[in-house]
Nanobody, 113 residues
Framework: QVQLVESGGGLVQAGGSLRLSCAAS????????IGWYRQAPGKQRELVAS???????EYIDSVKGRFTMSRDNANNAVYLQMNSLLSEDTAVYYC???????WGQGTQVTVSS
């Protein structure tokens, strides 16, 4: 059974930082592309960052230079380091195994201005 568990969300002031974690069981992250998505109230869920099997990362323009996605093969986890947070980064953040129905339950990130 595949399970993804996110953690690390919370309330932070604008300009602050958070580090999200996504730990997996039942699937090996390094053999799959993994994505971090977010969904703000009233908006569609969007892919924010991804990492390929080969370790190549991609980001949407609005987070480039502020967010960094990484993978820890030993711990079968991925991370999203979020710096210089803005109020528009407020959303529920999810990890997903790309191309599958495997999603985490989400973690809330709230950035106060």
């Amino acid at each position: 059974q595949v399970q993804l568990v996110e953690s690390g969300g919370g309330l932070v002031q604008a300009g602050g930082s958070l580090r999200l974690s996504c730990a997996a069981s039942g699937i090996t992250f390094r053999f799959n592309g993994i994505g971090w998505y977010r969904q703000a109230p009233g908006k569609q869920r969007e892919l924010v960052a991804s990492i390929s099997r080969g370790g190549i990362t991609e980001y949407i323009d609005s987070v480039k230079g502020r967010f960094t996605m990484s993978r820890d093969n030993a711990n079968n986890a991925v991370y999203l380091q979020m710096n210089s947070l803005l109020s528009e980064d407020t959303a529920v953040y999810y990890c997903r195994v790309l191309g599958t129905q495997y999603w985490g339950q989400g973690t809330q990130v709230t950035v106060s201005s």
